[in-house]
């Protein structure tokens, strides 16, 4: 790849300042408001560096949780919370079916984040306005609004949003919310060493995905599929799109990702008419009980 | 509950570290029982004035909650 053009403005190593769109020399993606911005992260590539955990702790200042070793793998941070917004998984495969010599382990490993879902079933829940869309079409929970309710939490399908017990408040990813404003990429996609997470306009990415599972397919990799792009699963239930969609090459439960996630308020019509069945049924048959004849009642 | 003192210079959401005057410095995470709004610490910090801060270690975290949080009254003195 070569050197963007704009690099050439910038020889020395020794700034004086923040370069201005900063995010066209990382990733070649001006970062505009109006325009739909997410991740894509290509589980191929992901080496487990954690690399993108740190990045985010330390880019929004999250305190490490879970302290000691949970036993899963390499696997210590072991699910997205409130303190933890990127989440690499570790999926050892042991049992031969993978094609590995004897006592050698295929790995699967991802990087788990907030969809960011084009119908976000957490912002539908959210009675407060806390949860909002930005202007780069991502989700963020404002934290001097969030009354922590906890709404959110049940309503996401992926299990992301989590109620903090420090604060008592909902968090989850920003998609570095402040870095965007300021021209900058994501902290998780700019520190991968690999681009296994890629940050752009999400058209672009599905584009470039769509590219690279075929790309996959051509390499012999034909269990390659694309999970929470349009038309594809993850995007299912009135979803329809995840902003932060991925490539897997198993089951969506292996990645501990659900096959087809719906959004809770599908189930709302379905629910209030069938609560309004039941009312309807205990109304008449109450009717019927006390309007029966007086000799029969006793 | 125990009390320190210093400048905030990290701020993010309701979170903020404080460094105090040895050099070392903390990360805290605003309790909602606290007299201060998240939205206040990047006034702080951008002022860059001296605060107290009394708190208690959160559990299962490197970090501790903030009770309360409040401007030293002498910091034009001690300066």
């Known amino acids: 790849m070569g050197v963007h053009p704009r690099a050439q403005d910038y020889p020395e190593s020794f700034l004086p300042g923040v370069i201005p769109d900063e995010s066209e020399l990382t990733v070649g993606t001006k970062i505009e408001p109006g325009k739909r911005y997410g991740f894509f992260t290509d589980t191929t590539l992901c080496i487990g560096c954690k690399a993108c955990e740190v990045a985010c702790k330390e880019w929004n200042s999250l305190p490490a949780d879970n302290m000691g070793l949970s036993g899963m793998s390499y696997d210590n941070t072991v699910k997205l919370s409130a303190d933890t917004w990127r989440h690499v998984m570790f999926v050892e495969k042991v049992d031969g079916a993978t094609g590995m010599q004897p006592f050698q382990s295929n790995w699967l490993m991802m990087s788990d984040v907030c969809k960011h879902c084009k119908n976000a079933p957490c912002l539908e829940a959210c009675p407060t306005g806390a949860l909002f869309r930005t202007e780069f079409d991502t989700v963020v929970v404002q934290q001097d609004i969030c009354n922590g309710c906890g709404y959110c939490v049940p309503s996401c399908p992926f299990g992301v949003v989590e109620l903090s017990m420090a604060d008592g408040k909902a968090h989850k990813c920003t998609l570095c919310y402040d870095r965007l404003k300021g021209g900058l990429e994501p902290a998780c996609a700019k520190s991968c060493p690999t681009d296994s997470i890629l940050f752009g306009e999400v058209d672009d990415l599905v584009e470039r995905a769509g590219k690279r599972v075929e790309e996959l397919h051509e390499r012999g990799v034909t269990d390659a599929y694309l999970y929470g792009a349009p038309n594809t699963p993850g995007a299912t239930g009135g979803l329809e799109q995840l902003n932060a969609f991925f490539l897997l090459t198993d089951r969506p439960e292996v990645y501990n990702l659900p096959p087809a996630p719906t959004r809770p308020a599908n189930r709302l019509a379905p629910g209030l008419l069938a609560g309004m069945a039941a009312m309807a049924g205990l109304t008449l048959a109450a009717a019927a009980i006390f309007s029966a004849p007086g000799e029969k009642r006793r | ?79």
């Open chain 2, 1 to 79: 509950m125990p009390t320190l003192r210093g400048v905030i210079t990290v701020v993010q959401e309701g979170r903020f570290r404080l460094a105090y005057a040895d050099g070392r410095s903390k990360l805290f995470v605003l309790s909602s029982s606290a007299p201060v709004e998240p939205q206040d610490l990047p006034l702080l910090q951008r002022a860059q004035a001296r605060v107290s801060v009394r708190y208690e270690e959160a559990e299962d975290l490197l970090a501790a909650i903030a009770h309360d949080l409040r401007m030293e009254e002498n910091e034009g003195k001690s300066r």
